[in-house]
């Protein structure tokens, strides 16, 4: 079992920064792919950002492209999101995820990963 571990969530104001971290409690293999997803009150966890780990390769939702980078750090098998230019529907509890299988290579739907982190309020005032 893979514990993944996110930190870097707080309050900020419209027009600000975060960067959150993830990566897991204990060594491990890479995955096929790292990704983000948010939930905001009321509705449905929603795709973020992924990143192909052995392409190093991105792809985003549309709400965030141009104002979200992900990336990764191979040696600590962790990944990052550094979030631009936040908004207040951007306001969400954002997990982490993990897939050590080829279905979550690049993709946006949740199921097709593996493992997941505990979540990380972001809270973005207007």
């Known amino acids: 079992q893979v514990q993944l571990v996110e930190s870097g969530g707080g309050l900020v104001q419209a027009g600000g920064s975060l960067r959150l971290s993830c990566a897991p409690s204990?060594?491990?293999?890479?995955?096929?792919?790292m990704a983000w997803f948010r939930q905001a009150p009321g509705k449905e966890r929603e795709f973020v950002a992924t990143?192909?780990?052995?392409?190093?390769?991105?792809y985003y939702a549309d709400s965030v492209k141009g104002r979200f980078t992900i990336s990764r750090d191979n040696a600590k098998i962790a990944v990052y999101l550094q979030m631009n230019s936040l908004k207040p529907e951007d306001t969400a509890v954002y997990y982490c995820?993990?897939?050590?299988?080829?279905?979550?290579?690049?993709?946006?739907?949740?199921?097709?990963?593996?493992?997941w982190g505990q979540g990380t309020q972001v809270t973005v005032s207007s």
């Open positions: 204990e060594r491990t293999v890479s995955p096929y792919a």
């Open positions: 990143i192909k780990w052995s392409l190093h390769s991105p």
């Open positions: 995820a993990a897939g050590w299988s080829a279905r979550a290579f690049g993709s946006p739907v949740a199921k097709n990963y593996d493992y």
